[in-house]
């Protein structure tokens, strides 16, 4: 069957559902095409805090309400420093931004239920999704649905797939240019039913990196840094809980009820950059386009202000026949996920061991924290970071 719409959507996670939510409030028709079932895409833990300009996005989208109610604004972050010190850094910015813990599975819930409400056309459980004749005025998407073999014909196509999708690959490898670094640890991270620490604490020892999160007032997110090779059935919850307590100060982990894990998973630790985010009119937003270690929480954040943008695009494109922010989408994008690229990174060789680190490169590392520990400057650089910056205009 063949189906015709403006903007057709590749994933369903955060990236495809916030452009088909901000597209339909300008009037503006899309088909969402989704690989996984809707209970699997809600099931994913993944992200726990939100810039400011994220609660901004979902805010004065309409999507503010449960945000508002369940999200917990936080002014100051914790690291500690080799299971002694602990540092208070604000997270609020000069300028009045704070930071916001709130889950991405929440999210994905509030775009679902917003979804259903508005009458939103997307279709879960697809294969064989290709992106077709990406640079004609014509593109089309063939994929398959109940095992019947469909077309959605549309005049944009939104690549939201994610790291693993198939949209970037629709952009030949000469056009392409790529950027990566994979890190030699991952993070084990766990959820339990138990009361969090009132604050996120990032935690940085010997024996590795470590970081305390949260949920809700019943629900804590955990992570210890760990080898590439572990696997979750290396780790028992003593085992996990163990090896926490070993990296935080005990004033801090006498502090910490423990319990049996709801989840425990392990994910590698990456920076990836694919430009442009633009081919034809193909575009490409979220982690199809790029990847960063979760240190500085900026993955999804990137995903939320790279839809801002490319929905203020097709928005003017539509209903103004105005296509100057759709030619600038890529480069503008770019700006901002390369400052949390270069965040992430920061953040990450910071804070965590790296297995091949010189003792030169470990002092290095040792010192800048050290001048964190001594520098106002120093914290309200992170501080500006981490609440993330401004969108441009
Ligand atoms: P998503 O969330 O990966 O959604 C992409 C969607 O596309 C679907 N898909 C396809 N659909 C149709 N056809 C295909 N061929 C398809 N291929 C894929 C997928 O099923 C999926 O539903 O990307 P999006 O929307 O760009 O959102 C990005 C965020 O999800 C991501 O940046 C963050 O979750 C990253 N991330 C974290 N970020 C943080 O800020 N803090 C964290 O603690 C954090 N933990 C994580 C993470 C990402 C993880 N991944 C990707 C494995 C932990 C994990 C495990
Ligand atoms: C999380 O709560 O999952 C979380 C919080 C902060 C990070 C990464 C992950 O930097």
Redo the contacts with the bound molecule.
Sequence with gaps: MVVKTQVGI?????????LSHLLDQAGIDSVV????SRE??VG??????LEWGTVEILRSAGLGERLDAEGDVHDLIMIARNGEDVLNVPTVSADGRKMMAYG?TAI?EDLFNAGDARGAQVVFE??D?VPNDVTSARPWIS?TADGMSERLDCDFIAG????????RQAIPAQTRSEYEKVYPFG?L?ILSETPPLPSLLYATHQRGFALC?MRTPMLS?Y?VQCPLEDSVDDWSDDRFWTELFARLPATVSGTIATGPSVEK?I?PLRSFVSEPMRYGNLFL????AH??P?T????????AS?VFYLARGLVDHFNSGNDDYLETYSETALRRVWSSVRFSWWMTQLLHRFPSRSSFEQRIQDDDLAYLWASANARSTLTEQYVGLRLEE
């Design positions: 590749i994933g369903a996670g955060p990236a495809g559902m916030l095409l989704e690989r996984q699997h895409v994913r833990i993944r992200a726990g805090v991405q994905q697809v294969s999704v994929y939201c797939d994610g790291f693993h999708g198939v949209s993070w991270g999160s997110r992570y998973s994910a937003a979220g982690d199809a990847i960063v979760p500085g929480a900026k993955g999804l954040n990137l995903a790279d």
